[in-house]
């Protein structure tokens, strides 16, 4: 089946730092999205990317759908505190399960004051 | 717009006990409908999904079932709960197949 490989598994930086985590997926994936959960809350999407290429920024996160479309990144410019918690990818494919998404098993990032 | 509401937030049960987990979502009609579990903070394992009233499908055998029994309800049930069955319970909808998904605020599940 499809697999998401999400990296690094864990991050702890300090504020003011930028970055960058990733996934890669073992087939094409037409859908790349981001989510971040914050200790205890469900998940809450980020950014989405529906095109190969496509390079999109929400405040100081800035994501890119790779043009392999096998691999996707997030980047963090200039960490705050509040950037805690765990980010997730998530991805479709074609076929699979009715397209469900398919998400990586988390990026965790710690921020020290 | 659309909203998402899970219940309850934190659920202590004792192990054999039975479960029931609410999710209902408003604002929309026809979601598409999921329910993950998260263990230790860390990956999403999606347990079932649902195109429509009735329709559920299962993606990991597991001690637990789903039903549908109207179009913006989903709730995850167990006659008989295990230790194993601890951990956090992600409802989620989506427009469709081509759509992101939404995430409820989760329940807490500690089965002792």
């Known amino acids: 089946g499809q697999q998401l490989n999400q990296s690094p598994q864990s991050m702890f930086i300090q504020e003011g730092e930028d970055v960058s985590m990733n996934c890669t997926s073992s087939?094409?994936?037409?859908?790349w999205l981001w989510y971040k959960q914050d200790p205890g809350e469900g998940p809450v999407l980020l950014i989405a990317l529906y095109k190969a290429g496509e390079l999109t920024s929400n405040g100081r996160l800035t994501a890119q759908f790779g043009i392999t479309r096998k691999d996707s990144f997030l980047n963090i410019s200039a960490s705050i505190p509040s950037d805690v918690g765990i980010y997730f990818c998530a991805g479709r494919g074609y076929g699979g399960s009715q397209g469900n998404l398919i998400f990586g098993k988390g990026t965790k990032l710690s921020v020290k004051p | 717009s659309q909203t998402i509401h899970q219940w309850p937030a934190t659920l202590v049960q004792p192990v054999g006990s039975p479960l029931s987990l609410e999710c209902t979502v408003e604002g929309t009609s026809n979601p598409n409908l999921y329910w993950y579990r998260q263990a230790a903070g860390r990956g999403l394992q999606l347990l079932f999904y649902?195109?429509?009233?009735?329709?559920i499908s299962s993606e990991v055998p597991q001690n637990l079932s789903a039903s549908r029994p109207q179009d913006r309800q989903f709730i995850l049930s167990s006659k008989k709960l295990l230790l194993s069955d601890s951990g956090f319970y992600l409802c989620?909808?989506?427009?469709?197949?081509?759509?992101?998904?939404?995430f409820g605020s989760g329940t807490r599940l500690t089965v002792v």
């Open positions: 087939s094409i994936f037409n859908t």
């Open positions: 989620a909808w989506s427009f469709g197949v081509n759509y992101g998904y939404t």
């Open positions: 649902s195109v429509g009233i009735g329709q």
